[in-house]
Every structure is written in C-alpha cells, then in structure tokens.
C-alpha cells in the first residue's frame, strides 16, 4: 500500500502585484496546490480567523477541515458538551473562495477578500503547514516578536523584488 505525503507549506515567499492585478502564487506553494487539487488545480482563499491576513491552501484542505469538525462534534457530544458545528464551519470555511491560478501560478485575490489591511500591491507569503498566510507586508509589520522572523524575510524579498522592478 502506498502512504500518503502530506501537503505541507514551508517557508516564506514574496510577490509584487502584476499586470491585470495578479500575484503569483510561489513555485513551491503552487506545486502543493496542484498536488492537493488532482486534475483542476484549486487554490482557496479566505480571511484568517485571527490576523488581519488572508489564507491560502489547496482542495485537500477541505476534507481535512472536515474530519476535524467531525471529530470535536464527537468528543463534544463524548463530553455532553454542545458543538456548534455551523459556527465552526463558517469560521473554517465560510469566508473561503476558490480562485483560478494559470500555469504561471498568477491570481486575482477576490474583491469579498480586498478588506483593510488584506491587500496591497506586495504580499508575503508564510508556511504555516496545513495551509498558507498571504501578508500584506504593513499588516505583517504590526505583528508581533513572535512574527520578527517573518518580518525580516519579508524586508529582504520586499527589496530584492522592488529593485529588479527599478531596473525594468
């Protein structure tokens, strides 16, 4: 029998927004969204539940949401305790969208998506293993120590790519 890898999102990543309005999805990021997705390629957007960020993953995702609710609706009902099974879905899933990337990994983030602080004309991107934050780099910045790491990468990858965009 075959095991199963995991799609699991590593590292951080940066884009500056293109023509027609499009980032692209990083190369290794965009490989586990096409391995996640089988064969149409879906990469899913939404609002962090906590951070004023956009996340990102691929269709696999959904099912692994999925066996999640239904083992805490077991151990809630295992504890004679309520579960509110609607309210934790649509805060997993609810404000998600599945976006179309071409084989380029370029995306359009959805207008539903562009609230303050969300979006700009950069994003970095962070591996959080099941699934990945889209960081405008402002809100990034407003984070606390424990993102200090990220904020440094994002500082680098922002000036490398705004200096290969000067010499254009």
């Known amino acids: 029998m075959e095991s199963v890898r995991p799609i699991i999102y590593s590292g951080n990543h940066f884009s500056l927004v293109g023509d027609k309005g499009r980032f692209v999805l990083p190369p290794k990021f965009r490989t586990l969204v096409i391995q996640s997705s089988g064969d149409r390629p879906q990469l899913y957007l939404g609002k962090h539940e906590k951070w004023d960020c956009l996340v990102?993953?691929?269709?696999?995702?959904?099912?692994?949401?999925?066996?999640?609710?239904?083992?805490?609706?077991a151990l809630a009902?295992?504890?004679g305790e309520e579960f509110d099974y609607d309210t934790k879905a649509q805060m997993a899933v609810g404000t998600c969208e599945p976006v179309t990337i071409d084989g380029s990994g370029r995306f359009v983030v959805p207008n539903g998506l562009m609230g303050p602080g969300c979006v700009g004309t950069e994003m970095h991107f962070i591996g959080h293993i099941k699934f990945f934050t889209l960081w405008n780099p402002?809100?990034?910045?407003?984070?606390?120590?424990?993102?200090?790491?990220?904020?440094?990468?994002?500082?680098?990858?922002?000036?490398?790519?705004l200096a290969k965009g000067r010499k254009k």
């Open 56 to 73: 990102g993953f691929g269709e696999s995702r959904l099912t692994e949401i999925y066996a999640d609710l239904e083992e805490q609706q």
């Open 77 to 79: 009902r295992g504890r």
């Open 138 to 161: 402002v809100e990034l910045n407003k984070m606390g120590p424990e993102f200090n790491t990220a904020k440094s990468m994002c500082a680098s990858f922002q000036d490398e790519a």
